[in-house]
C-alpha cells in the first residue's frame, strides 16, 4: 500500500512561497520516492528550481519514512538549516505535512497533492483499493470494491452502460461490477448481487474523524 501523490506545478509552489525568501526541502524515502514525486532526485530538481526563482535553499532532506515518529530525530539534525528557512517544503503525502507540523513550528508547504492509497500492479502503476469511508462492503462484493473500482463508484451495479464486461466510461477498463459478478459465481455467493447496499452514510464516522483502538 502507497500514498499515491502528484507534485503541485511549480507555478502553484512559487505562489505558495511568493512571502518566503529561503526553503528548506524535506521529501520522503518511502511513498514519495516510489511514485516518484519526493525522493532524492525530485528533491535536488526542486532545489534546483527554487534557485534558478531566487529562492535560497538552506538544505535538504529524505526522511526515510516522514509520517513516521524517526523524522522528527531527522529534523533535529538538521536544526540549523531549518532555523535559517523561512518555510519547510515538504515533498510528501499530506500526512508527512502534518506529522512534520507537529513540531516545527514555522510554516510547512506542501509541494505534493494526495491522491489516493494504492495498490502496485504493474510496476510503476498503481491503483486507488481502498476510499477509507468507514462502511466496508468487502464480504459481500468478492474483495472488489465498487467505490474505487467503479468509475462511477456504484453501490448497486451493474449500471446499464456496461458493454461485454468492459465500462463505457472507460472501454479499456473491466467493468467492476462484471468482476464482482464473475467473482462471487466463482465462489458460489452469486446470491449477494441481489442485495441492495443502501447509499452511504457520509455521518457513520463525523469529520474529522478519529480512531480509539482499546
Known amino acids: ?20 525568501d529561503s526553503v528548506f ?35 535538504t532532506i529524505v526522511i526515510p519514512i516522514a509520517c513516521d515518529d524517526m523524522s522528527a530525530e531527522m529534523m533535529a539534525g538538521n536544526k540549523a538549516a531549518i532555523d535559517s528557512a523561512g518555510a519547510i517544503l515538504v515533498m ?9 507540523s507537529m513540531y516545527i513550528g514555522k510554516p510547512l508547504i506542501p509541494a505534493l497533492d494526495t491522491l489516493f492509497i494504492g495498490l502496485e500492479g504493474k510496476f510503476g502503476e498503481f491503483h486507488e483499493v481502498c476510499a477509507q469511508c468507514g462502511q466496508c462492503i468487502l464480504g459481500e462484493t468478492a474483495a472488489i470494491c465498487p467505490i474505487t473500482a467503479c468509475h462511477k ?58 480512531a480509539k483502538i482499546t
Open 92 to 100: 510528501s503525502c499530506a500526512m508527512g505535512v502534518h506529522r512534520l
Open 25 to 59: 526541502i524535506a521529501g520522503c524515502g518511502t511513498c514519495a520516492t516510489m511514485t516518484h514525486t519526493g525522493g532524492i532526485e525530485e528533491v535536488t530538481a526542486m532545489k534546483q528550481s527554487l534557485e534558478e526563482i531566487g529562492k535560497v535553499v538552506t538544505g
Open 1 to 20: 500500500m502507497q500514498s499515491i501523490t502528484k507534485q503541485k506545478t511549480l507555478e502553484e509552489i512559487r505562489r505558495l512561497l511568493a512571502a518566503i
Open 153 to 210: 463508484s456504484l453501490l448497486n451495479g451493474p449500471c446499464g452502460g456496461t458493454d461485454d464486461g468492459k465500462c463505457e466510461v472507460d472501454k479499456n477498463k473491466d467493468c467492476a461490477w462484471t468482476l464482482i459478478y464473475n467473482k462471487l459465481s466463482e465462489q458460489g455467493r452469486l446470491e449477494l448481487m441481489n442485495k441492495y447496499q443502501p447509499p452511504k452514510n457520509n455521518q457513520v464516522v463525523p469529520l474529522p474523524r478519529v
